[in-house]
């Protein structure tokens, strides 16, 4: 049956594309931006679906009328490509609308433009979504030389879209428990297919990204001196109601802004009245990011407005140089870190206060011994990196601003790794942690516990100096499963040593512990007084800290409904089903199982009340011969046979009438 809903439903989504690609053109042209005019279209948030034209012409905002967007763009460092990631955030009315678009796409293919939108169609829009957009205008171009704007007459390199490398994805384009959902009624539907009328005003998202295994989704020709010289980015905002644009271009030292401009038919607006300018922001790793945020009031449709941004590599009039501050480590103060591969040596938050500069600043570092190397990440986190096997190495560094300017002085620091260490589980309660120093310090405190996502062990903490040492940690409030070592090393004139150790140490469970608890006077259970029902009291724990799920058998039926309050457990149990079986010793099983599956189980015999009574006036179920022992099974009283009977029958009926 799922192989036939799997056939099912591929069937109906190659129906679909068949279907939408006959109304969409395979020929692709190179869509030049055109700055000066809105699209030629009636190309409006809100337009008409595509399914009687192909979507070149067409833009982001044509087939989504979002509320708000967020465009997020990476130039590749070949400058010639580009990756783009766009989350559309639709609400109320809009999303209706957008329902609507994308059922027109449909025109023609079963279940298409029927004022319905189905999950078949969603799934049909994430195949043939990339073909639509792709023939698509990014309204985004660039031109190296003089700073351009609309009335420069020159082409621009416009950027375009990659069939292959997109990816669109949504969130309840087809709302959930939508109140009007019914099964899709059209020819060819999947088995599973649901459909929601487009009218429906749930919110939804709608998000392009890159392909997972592709490089790129957006390309242009590279630009001959690959960002060196000055060039204009243009943007067409016209229609882009409420947006942010972040753009990063590639690691070059001194690219800035130069000049910007918003342009409404050539005239051109006043920042911060009609619009705020675009904001720069020079990250750690030597790429520069600019912000932009666009507000197109629709009540200005058809104006066409669009964004200038100039860029060069000069080297600006006046630049302040970076200085150290007081919160810098102290000349040939150590770093420490896990050599022979790439290690985060400090987190960004703290190196960022090492030094200023208004236009923010890097650290680099040169070092004495072959192999070593460090970077800043985009995020501003210090990596280094170093050979195998290698201990330690000097390094000096000093600080420079994106355009080159450097701080006087610089200092000299010793990265190296204070210790090797290794782990093992002996005993199951401990880890035997292991430390050998390197002689990186002389002498150095090691705190560590045993970690776990949402989970620690207790702190244990020792001195170690030249010699290896063993600290054991508790493996208390630590589940069963994978369990690291975390814990921090700290010395004089040394940073402090945060660490995060796998060994691929396992906890193994411990299985939970269940006991009985024994009436006032020594019975194991009590009776209630229709001699049919008798309760079991105990208490249930796990080592582990797991919760632990309990089953009763008895007579070959099965319980699970205890009632447990803390470690106190409960249940009251039947004897009907001995009774129809004429059995007449209790002899009751109680398993608790962990949430690792780890079981203990508890063996109760409980002994029926008359015959404890003919006990007491003298009889001896234990005389030693097989005739004695069934001389004295124990009685159930004519009112419980009675009862035990009458149910029987009443179960015997229910089952004949199922």
């Avoid at 939108?117 to 031109?143: H, N, Q, W």
């Avoid at 020819?187 to 997972?212: H, M, N, W, Y």
Wanted: hydrophobic content about 35%; some cysteine.
């Amino acid at each position: 049956m799922a192989a036939r809903r799997h056939y099912v439903s591929a069937t109906a989504i190659i129906m679909l594309i068949m279907m939408i690609s006959m109304s969409i053109s395979t020929s692709v042209t190179s869509q030049k931006m055109n700055l000066n005019e809105p699209m030629e279209t009636e190309g409006r948030q809100g337009s008409s679906g595509l399914s009687d034209v192909d979507c070149s012409g067409y833009t982001f905002e044509d087939l989504f009328d979002y509320n708000f967007a967020l465009f997020n763009i990476d130039i590749g460092s070949d400058w010639a490509t580009a990756e783009m990631d766009a989350t559309a955030y639709v609400n109320g009315s809009n999303s209706a609308t957008v329902r609507d678009n994308l059922d027109g796409l449909f025109e023609g293919a079963p279940g298409g433009d029927n004022d319905w939108i189905s999950t078949d169609e969603r799934e049909a829009v994430r195949e043939i979504g990339p073909m639509c957009i792709e023939d698509m205008d990014t309204r985004l171009g660039l031109r190296e030389g003089v700073p351009h704007r609309t009335n420069s007459g020159v082409a621009w390199n416009d950027m375009e879209f990659v069939e292959e490398g997109i990816a669109l994805d949504e969130v309840d384009l087809v709302a959930p428990n939508h109140p009007e959902e019914r099964s899709c009624t059209n020819f060819g539907a999947s088995a599973d297919c649901r459909e929601i009328p487009v009218s429906a005003t749930d919110d939804l998202q709608i998000s392009l990204f890159v392909k997972s295994g592709e490089p790129n989704n957006m390309r242009f020709n590279q630009l001959p001196n690959q960002g060196v010289s000055n060039f204009t980015l243009a943007l067409n905002v016209t229609n882009m109601t409420n947006a942010d644009l972040i753009m990063t271009f590639p690691a070059l030292q001194g690219l800035r802004i130069a000049n910007y401009a918003m342009e409404d038919n050539g005239v051109e607006l006043v920042d911060g009245q009609d619009y705020t300018g675009p904001q720069e922001e020079f990250l750690p790793d030597g790429k520069l990011r600019i912000y932009q945020h666009v507000n197109y009031d629709k009540s200005n449709w058809p104006t066409g407005r669009n964004l200038f941004i100039d860029f060069t590599t000069a080297e600006p009039e006046s630049n302040d140089i970076p200085v150290w501050s007081n919160m810098k480590p102290n000349n040939n103060s150590i770093i420490p870190l896990m050599s022979g591969t790439e290690y985060l040596a400090v987190q960004a938050d703290e190196l960022s206060d090492w030094a200023s500069d208004s236009n923010g600043w890097n650290l680099a570092c040169e070092f004495t011994e072959a192999g070593w190397s460090s970077r800043q990440d985009e995020s501003g986190n210090l990596l280094v990196s170093s050979p195998s096997g290698a201990t330690s190495s000097v390094a000096t560094c000093s600080v420079s601003d994106p355009f080159g300017a450097t701080a006087v002085e610089t200092l000299d620091f010793t990265f190296g790794q204070p210790f090797t260490a290794t782990a093992a589980i002996n005993d199951g309660e401990n880890i035997d942690f292991t430390i050998t120093p390197t002689g990186l310090v002389a002498e150095m405190t090691v705190s560590a516990h045993a970690h776990q996502d949402g989970a620690m062990g207790s702190l244990r903490s020792s001195m170690a100096s030249n010699q290896p040492l063993t600290i054991a940690l508790p493996m208390d409030g630590i589940k069963p499963g994978q369990v690291m070592i975390m814990g921090t090393a700290t010395a004089n004139n040394m940073m402090n040593f945060d660490f995060m150790l796998d060994y691929g140490l396992e906890k193994q469970s411990q299985p939970p512990t269940v006991t009985l608890r024994v009436s006032f006077d020594g019975k194991n259970a009590t009776w209630d007084a229709t001699g049919l029902q008798f309760t079991l009291k105990g208490t249930v724990s796990d080592p582990d800290g797991e919760s632990v799920a309990m089953t009763l058998q008895l007579c070959g039926s099965t319980a699970t409904d205890f009632t447990n309050v803390g470690i106190n457990w409960e249940i009251d149990v039947s004897i009907a089903t001995c009774v129809l079986q004429e059995i007449t010793t209790y002899d009751v099983v109680v398993t608790a199982t962990d949430e690792s599956g780890v079981e203990s189980t508890l063996e109760v015999n409980v002994e029926d009340p008359n015959a404890q009574s003919d006990s007491n006036s003298g009889s001896n179920s234990n005389s030693g011969s097989e005739e004695d022992e069934g001389s004295a099974l124990p009685g159930v009283s004519m009112l419980a046979t009675i009862c035990v009977t009458l149910l029987g029958a009443a179960m015997l009926r229910r089952k004949e009438d199922q």
